[in-house]
Nanobody
Framework: QVQLVESGGGLVQPGGSLRLSCAASGIIFSDYVMGWYRQAPGKQRELVAHVFPGGFTDFADSVKGRFTISRDNAKNTVYLQMNSLKPEDTAVYYC???????????WGQGTQVTVSA
């Protein structure tokens, strides 16, 4: 059974930082594209960042320069370091894992991030 479990969400003030973690099991982690998505109230789910098996990373324009994605294949874990957080970053953040040439893939349950003074 495939499981993706997110952790690290919470309430922070604008300008603060959070580090999200996603622990995967049931997959050959090193073969998967790992991504972070988010969904704010009343909006569709959107890609935040993803990291490919070879280490290539990509970010949404809205988070470039503030967020960093990384993976530790030995721990089957992908991270999202979020700095200089803004109220617009408030959302449920979801972890996703998929094979390189496959759409969709597997999803975690999500972790809430709230940025508010």
């Amino acid at each position: 059974q495939v499981q993706l479990v997110e952790s690290g969400g919470g309430l922070v003030q604008p300008g603060g930082s959070l580090r999200l973690s996603c622990a995967a099991s049931g997959i050959i982690f090193s073969d998967y594209v790992m991504g972070w998505y988010r969904q704010a109230p009343g909006k569709q789910r959107e890609l935040v960042a993803h990291v490919f098996p070879g280490g290539f990373t990509d970010f949404a324009d809205s988070v470039k320069g503030r967020f960093t994605i990384s993976r530790d294949n030995a721990k089957n874990t992908v991270y999202l370091q979020m700095n200089s957080l803004k109220p617009e970053d408030t959302a449920v953040y979801y972890c996703n894992g998929r094979r390189l040439v496959t759409l969709n893939g597997y999803w975690g349950q999500g972790t809430q991030v709230t940025v508010s003074a």
